[in-house]
């Protein structure tokens, strides 16, 4: 197997707004978003409780994580190059987030792993990572970076390859799939829709946990063509996905 692909973890996080209504937040954190939602870009003209059921998601501090898809490379019984995705999901964050540090403790060397993500640097690392403190669970090594320098970060962003170097513009997964041929989860889904789906719909969250694999193929094939690497056929794509709870 290519050496850009050994011990490479490709994760996708998705996530909501911690209550459906503003108003079921604790009194202390409703003020706090009453006070953050000042400052926002309000362009569509939305009161404080429409802005957070939109937008609360984006923010460890308002939101929280619903789903973690991951994904693996690996060579099948004929040596082809093939691809292993599986996803965590729960409505009890602290489970969820407590079963994926396992999983990552219990599978990886932290001296080798490395973990991929589109926006990962901006978004997915970080919202973990701050997740995990809140709900007094210990950072993995693998995502803790207190004191460590650039070069020994072990992330990688599919969205910071793309850019080379170039830090004006953000580039979304679904335009750089477009880009490259590759399939795409968001014609079934997109991120705006998350808390929506996740609220109002009864099998929502299985939903979700659905199309964040689809988003973990899609960033690992992109990430295999960042590197001039042939697309992986989706016969050689296996879905190992447990119920949503």
């Given at each position: ?80 190059l093939s691809l292993r995705v599986k996803s965590f999901s729960h409505h009890d964050e602290h489970r969820l987030l407590k079963e994926f ?65 170039d830090r004006r513009n953000f580039t979304s997964l679904n335009l750089l799939t477009s880009l490259f041929g590759i399939s795409s989860s ?60």
């Open positions: 197997m290519d050496q850009y692909l050994r011990d490479l973890l490709v994760i996708d996080i998705e996530t909501a707004s911690q209550e459906a209504q503003l108003d079921d937040l604790p009194t202390d954190l409703r003020d706090h978003w009453l006070h953050k939602s000042q400052y926002m870009r309000n362009e569509e003209d939305l009161n404080p409780d429409e802005q957070f059921f939109q937008r609360a998601g984006l923010y460890a501090e308002f939101g929280k994580v619903i789903v973690i898809a991951v994904g693996i490379f690996h060579e099948n019984e004929e040596g082809q540090r396992e999983f990552l403790i219990g599978k990886f060397d932290p001296e080798t792993i490395r973990l991929c993500a589109h926006n990962g640097k901006e978004f997915d690392y970080p919202y973990l990572c701050r997740r995990m403190l809140i709900n007094d669970l210990a950072i993995p090594e693998v995502l803790n970076l207190t004191g460590r320098k650039p070069w020994e970060v072990q992330h990688i962003d599919t969205m910071e390859l793309w850019k080379f170097g968001k014609n079934e889904l997109d991120g705006t829709k998350i808390n929506d789906v996740y609220y109002n719909e009864e099998e929502g969250l299985q939903r979700i946990s659905d199309y964040s694999c689809g988003d973990v193929i899609a960033t690992a094939q992109l990430y295999l063509r960042l590197n001039n690497l042939p697309l992986i056929p989706e016969s050689q794509i296996t879905i190992v996905n447990g119920s949503a709870k």
